[in-house]
C-alpha cells in the first residue's frame, strides 16, 4: 500500500496564530485530549507555529514506542534542556539509550529495591506523624517536601546533612519546573526569555557542581545501600563501560526529576481520589488494620496491601502522563501514513487511559476494576512501553505504597465541602494547584 500524506490528518480545533494550541494545554489539557480520538487516529496540533502529530490509538503507539514504524530520538529537548541534563537515559536514543539502561539497572534490583524501602518507610512514617491535626492544610505541599526527602536519602544515605544537599534541595524544584516550559517552546521562543534563561544556566552549574561534589567524595568509599553508590559501582559486562561523572550527575538528575514531580501528583490525586470515595477510603483502612495495625509501616507489608494497590493503579490510570514527545529519525511509518524526518509525534497515555472503549465507565474512580477484569492491563501505559518504560517505576509503586500506609494508618482525611481541583500542567503528570485538607486522627 502506497503510504498517505500528511494533507489528509485533520486539524484539532481551537487553534490560534503563532502560539497554536499551547493555550488549551498550558492549564488543563484533557479537554482538548479527549476530543481528539473522535477527531482520528492522527490529529494535527499545533504547539506554536509548527505542526506535530497527536497518535489518539494504543496500537499506534505501540508502533512507534516498539520501533516497528521506525526511529525516533528526543534531541530537540535534550537540545533545550542541555545546561542542566544533556546525556540521561530518557533524552538518548539507539545504542547510546541501551548501554545507559544496562549501566543504570542495578539500580533498580530487588535486593536495592528492599534497602531504599527501609529508608522510605521510616520517612513516610515519620511525616505521618509530624502531621497536625484539625488545621486545614496545603496537602500537595506537604507530600512535595516528603518526597524531595525521601528521594534524597535514597540517592545520598551517607550525605543527608552535607551543604551540596541544601543546594540540591533549593534549586532543583525551580530548575524541574522550567524543564517542561523550555521542551515545550520553539528554541526561538525560548531565546526571548533572556533572564530565565540566564537563572536556567546559573541554577543548573550549582546544582551540578553539588552533584560532582557528592561523587568525588563517594567514589572511594563503601557502598552505603543508595542509589548512588549502585551507579558508582556497576561495570557493564558486554562493554566494560563505566559511569563518568557527568553521566552519573545527569541520571542522578533525572532519578530527582522523575520523583519530585510525578511522585508528589500522583500520591497527591491518590488521596484527592480517595477522599471523594468514602467506601474506598474505609476498605483502605480495613485492609491496613489488618496488615499492619498499630505499629509502622514495614517495607514487607507491600505485597500483602492488595487493595491498596487496586487504589494506586487506578490513580495512575486516571492521572497518567498528559504527553510524551519523539521526534521522527528519518521518514517514519505510522499506520498508513509516511511522516517526515524531524517531526514531532505526541501522544498522551492519559487521554488513551480515559476513553470507554478500553475501560467501561473510565471517567470514573473504580479500584474494583483491577479485580473485577474491566480494566485492560494491556492498555494501561503509566509508565511507558518499550525501551521508554520507566526503570523506577517499582520503586515508585513500592514508594507511594508505603507513604500512603503511613499515612492512612494513621489520619482520616476531608476535603473541604464544595472544592473542586484545578488541575495544571506543569510536569508530564498534571498536579493539582492545591489540595487543602483537614487530618483528624483515625478512630480504631
Given at each position: 500500500?502506497?503510504?498517505?500524506g500528511?494533507?489528509?490528518i ?38 506554536g507555529?509548527r505542526?506535530?502529530?497527536l497518535?489518539?490509538t ?15 530520538h ?11 541534563v ?24 530487588q ?8 529508608t ?22 506537604s507530600?512535595?517536601?516528603l518526597?524531595?526527602?525521601t ?18 534541595r533549593?534549586?532543583?524544584?525551580w530548575?524541574?519546573s522550567?524543564?517542561?516550559i ?19 544556566t546559573?541554577?543548573?552549574r550549582?546544582?551540578?557542581?553539588a552533584l560532582?561534589?557528592l ?7 563503601p557502598d552505603?545501600?543508595d542509589?548512588l553508590s ?7 559486562e558486554?562493554t ?37 470515595a ?26 500483602a496491601?492488595?487493595?491498596l494497590?487496586n ?6 490510570r ?7 514527545i519523539?521526534t521522527?529519525?528519518?521518514p ?20 488513551v487511559?480515559l476513553?470507554?472503549?478500553f475501560?467501561?465507565?473510565a471517567?470514573?474512580?473504580d479500584?474494583?476494576r483491577?479485580?473485577s ?12 512501553l518499550?525501551?521508554r ?43 493539582p ?12
Amino acid at each position: 500500500m502506497t503510504p498517505a500524506g500528511l494533507s489528509g490528518i485533520p486539524t484539532a480545533p481551537g487553534r490560534l496564530p503563532l502560539i497554536g494550541h499551547a493555550h488549551m494545554v498550558t492549564g488543563d489539557p484533557r479537554d482538548l485530549l479527549l476530543r481528539a480520538p473522535e477527531i482520528g487516529p492522527i490529529v494535527r496540533v499545533y504547539l506554536g507555529p509548527r505542526a506535530s502529530y497527536l497518535l489518539t490509538t494504543p496500537e499506534l503507539i505501540r508502533d512507534v514506542s516498539l520501533g516497528r514504524a521506525g526511529s525516533f530520538h528526543r534531541e530537540p529537548m535534550r537540545e533545550a534542556i542541555h545546561e542542566l541534563v544533556s546525556g540521561a537515559t530518557n533524552v538518548l536514543s539507539g545504542p547510546e539509550h541501551d548501554l545507559r539502561r544496562r549501566l543504570i539497572a542495578p539500580v533498580f534490583r530487588q535486593r536495592r529495591l528492599g534497602e531504599y524501602g527501609l529508608t522510605v518507610a521510616a520517612i513516610a512514617d515519620d511525616w505521618s506523624s509530624s502531621l497536625v491535626s484539625g488545621v486545614q492544610s496545603d496537602l500537595r505541599s506537604s507530600v512535595h517536601q516528603l518526597v524531595m526527602r525521601t528521594m534524597l536519602a535514597t540517592l545520598f544515605r551517607a550525605r543527608s546533612d552535607a551543604e551540596e544537599i541544601d543546594v540540591i534541595r533549593e534549586r532543583t524544584p525551580w530548575l524541574l519546573s522550567e524543564v517542561i516550559i523550555r521542551g515545550a517552546l520553539p528554541k526561538a521562543a525560548r531565546q526571548l526569555r533572556v533572564l530565565a534563561n540566564r537563572r536556567f544556566t546559573t541554577h543548573s552549574r550549582q546544582v551540578r557542581a553539588a552533584l560532582r561534589s557528592l561523587i568525588e567524595q563517594r567514589r572511594h568509599e563503601p557502598d552505603e545501600g543508595d542509589m548512588l553508590s549502585a551507579l558508582l559501582h556497576h561495570v557493564d559486562e558486554e562493554t566494560g563501560a563505566r559511569l563518568s561523572d557527568d553521566d552519573l550527575v545527569d541520571e542522578l538528575l533525572l532519578s530527582l526529576a522523575a520523583s519530585i514531580g510525578s511522585q508528589t501528583s500522583i500520591f497527591s490525586w491518590l488521596v484527592y481520589e480517595t477522599s471523594r470515595a468514602p467506601e474506598v477510603a474505609a476498605k483502605i483502612r480495613d485492609e491496613l488494620d489488618a496488615v499492619i495495625g498499630s505499629r509502622p509501616v514495614e517495607v514487607g507489608d507491600v505485597a500483602a496491601l492488595g487493595y491498596l494497590r487496586n487504589v494506586l493503579t487506578e490513580t495512575l490510570r486516571l492521572w497518567a502522563p498528559w504527553i510524551s514527545i519523539l521526534t521522527a529519525d528519518g521518514p517514519v511509518q505510522i499506520g498508513a501514513v509516511e511522516i517526515p524526518d524531524g517531526t514531532n509525534i505526541l501522544f498522551s497515555p492519559l487521554m488513551v487511559h480515559l476513553q470507554d472503549r478500553f475501560f467501561p465507565n473510565a471517567a470514573a474512580f473504580d479500584p474494583d476494576r483491577w479485580d473485577s477484569g474491566s480494566g485492560d492491563r494491556d492498555v494501561m501505559m503509566a509508565f511507558g512501553l518499550g525501551q521508554r518504560h520507566c526503570p523506577g517505576s517499582q520503586f515508585a509503586l513500592l514508594s507511594i505504597t508505603l507513604q500512603a500506609a503511613a499515612l492512612f494508618s494513621r489520619w482520616d482525611i476531608q476535603l473541604p465541602n464544595g472544592f473542586q481541583v484545578k488541575p495544571q500542567a506543569k510536569d508530564f503528570v498534571l498536579s493539582p494547584a492545591s489540595l487543602p485538607v483537614v487530618f483528624s486522627p483515625r478512630r480504631r
